[in-house]
């Protein structure tokens, strides 16, 4: 699917949690997504579209309640939107190839990149390596 795909086709692809997330833009309950916990080796892929996004070895803890990762698998992967949403300036991180909406990035990351890419569990499936 790309993103001119009208709602029907998405709410028929997608669950209406990842609906909510990946094309509206919410947030999921932090501590509930399934990848949070997730030490397995492997790729994170867009749920959406199947693009691979994050690889494993770049997942740590932030404590934050959502999947944190220091970089992306590729360059060209992700793209960037500013997002003044609730009066806070922050970048919105989305999928480059169907556009859904993955979470944000930030600028606090622990490790040499300095980044915090903040993601939604639901907005990504795993392929195990």
């Given amino acids: 699917m790309t993103n001119e795909n009208n709602e029907s086709e998405w709410k028929k692809k997608l669950n209406n949690e990842q609906f909510n997330v990946c094309r509206l833009g919410n947030t999921e309950q932090p501590f509930t997504g399934k990848w949070l916990a997730n030490n397995e080796k492997g ?23 959502w999947p944190s990762f220091s970089d992306v698998l590729k360059q060209g992967m992700i793209e960037t939107k500013d997002d003044n949403s609730y009066g806070v300036h ?7 190839k169907c556009k859904s909406h993955l979470g944000h990035v930030f600028d ?11 993601v939604n569990s639901v907005s990504l499936d795993f392929k195990k390596k």
């Fill in 43 to 65: 790729i994170y892929v867009c749920v959406a579209c199947g693009q691979e996004l994050f690889h494993s070895e770049n997942k740590f803890d932030s404590g934050t309640g």
């Fill in 90 to 96: 922050r970048t919105e991180v989305v999928c480059s």
């Fill in 108 to 118: 606090d990351g622990p490790t040499e990149t300095g980044k915090r890419y903040c």
